[in-house]
């Protein structure tokens, strides 16, 4: 295992275990971790794709072939459209591992999920990022865009605003805790908060109520029950389950 903890090792310790052949990336931007995860077939999908330099050649097919890259596809639409578009597509590569840090929204975040356990093949493992946010600022709700948000911290009304932003992702993995019974759901305390969900019994069932109205002070109060937060060494724990 990869020496330097975070979401990337974290993506490509879990791809080598349940040796994964497909992998889908909601949320790209730069490519950074899209480019590096170790996975022959792979889906990237992103509004805006924001490449440059070697990634942005990966997108020119002629150049994907030269680079053996042909297996990358590209989707530069919303989570949505995708999933509404391309079902086939998605029934025929059934996602061995997906990836989710798109739009930073509780309702985004929970609707990429769901529609990515839809196509999860039976071995398939899905990775959330941003879980786990360090600071009210950090958690600064939004509805459409980053956009509000950037526009609230230029306004000053963002006390502790440094520019980094994760949103109320943890809604959605707190939701999910109370409706699965058939996902272990667990938190590593890592890269703010990496979230790993596998098809097995749910050994932290919830009974949260009223998640649209929860707030940072809540998650404050009930995070290392309500992520099932872990060490980051506890991924060591999982990799042998999966590898089992």
């Not at 995708?82 to 929970?110: N, R, V």
């Not at 993995?173 to 979230?195: K, N, P």
């Not at 929860?214 to 389950?241: C, S």
Request: charged fraction near 25%.
């Amino acid at each position: 295992m990869e020496r330097k903890m975070n979401r990337l090792s974290i993506i490509n310790s879990v791809a080598q275990a349940i040796k994964a052949q497909t992998y889908i990336e909601i949320g790209v931007n730069t490519g950074e971790v899209f480019f590096s995860v170790h996975v022959r077939q792979k889906i990237a999908v992103d509004p805006h794709f924001k490449f440059s330099g070697r990634a942005k050649l990966h997108r020119i097919p002629q150049v994907r072939k030269l680079l053996y890259k042909n297996h990358e596809h590209f989707y530069e639409m919303s989570s949505d459209d995708f999933f509404a578009e391309q079902s086939e597509l998605m029934e025929k590569f059934k996602p061995d591992l997906s990836f989710i840090d798109g739009l930073h929204t509780y309702g985004q975040t929970y609707k990429d999920v769901m529609n990515c356990l839809k196509y999860l093949s039976p071995k398939g493992v899905i990775i959330v990022h941003d879980t786990n946010p360090i600071c009210p600022a950090f958690e600064t709700p939004a509805v459409h865009s980053i956009q509000e948000v950037l526009d609230k911290a230029n306004k000053g009304e963002i006390p502790g605003w440094t520019g980094n932003w994760s949103g109320d992702v943890w809604k959605a993995i707190v939701r999910l805790q109370c409706e699965r019974e058939d996902l272990s759901i667990f938190t590593l305390d890592i890269d703010w908060g990496v979230t790993i969900i596998t098809r097995k019994n749910n050994a932290n069932k919830l009974s949260v109520k009223d998640i649209d109205s929860l707030n940072y002070k809540d998650l404050d109060q009930n995070r290392v029950k309500w992520l099932n937060l872990k060490k980051p060494d506890f991924l060591e724990e999982l990799i042998q389950g999966l590898t089992c």
